[in-house]
């Protein structure tokens, strides 16, 4: 299974899950997984729907908020600060790396944090978001 990466009390990353995690992922308390990877992305990924219907059958809650890693918008963002908010927690969100996934979850959290704590966060989790700061600042409004 993915090396999971905890970022709050309620919110962990993750690289690509697969269907057979489900069941374990459950077992470890999960109760939403949140998939950020848009269909197709790469060749040897499970679709969506698969992932869907193996967190069902592990008793989990799924969501599915496709987002191209390298053109995050603020509907982005603000899609997946509702999802975590909304959503039965602990949350387990994932991606390819995990990356895109740390990345949504700092820039929600722009109003909440400073830049240092959020980047520290994201250090202590395996990713480095040093070159989200500026982004971070114009989420803020400075």
């Known amino acids: 299974m993915a090396t999971i990466n905890r970022l709050t009390e309620s919110l962990s ?8 995690d489900m069941a374990e992922l459950a077992s470890a308390g999960f109760k939403t997984i949140l998939n950020n990877r848009p269909d197709g992305e790469s060749e040897d990924q499970p679709s969506s729907a698969e992932l869907a219907a193996a967190a069902e059958a592990a008793g ?10 390298n053109n995050i918008t603020d509907v982005d963002i603000d ?7 909304l959503a039965e927690q602990p949350v387990l969100a994932f991606c390819r790396t995990g990356t895109r ?3 949504l979850w700092a820039l929600t959290q722009a109003d909440e944090q400073d830049n240092a704590s959020i980047l520290a966060t994201a250090e202590q989790a ?17």
């Open 13 to 20: 990353v993750a690289p690509q899950l697969q269907p057979e």
């Open 60 to 69: 989990l809650e799924y969501a599915h908020q496709p987002v191209v890693g």
């Open 79 to 85: 899609g997946f600060d509702a999802i975590v908010s």
């Open 101 to 103: 996934c740390t990345t």
């Open 126 to 142: 395996g990713y480095d978001l040093s070159q989200l700061a500026g982004r971070l600042d114009q989420r803020r409004g400075q």
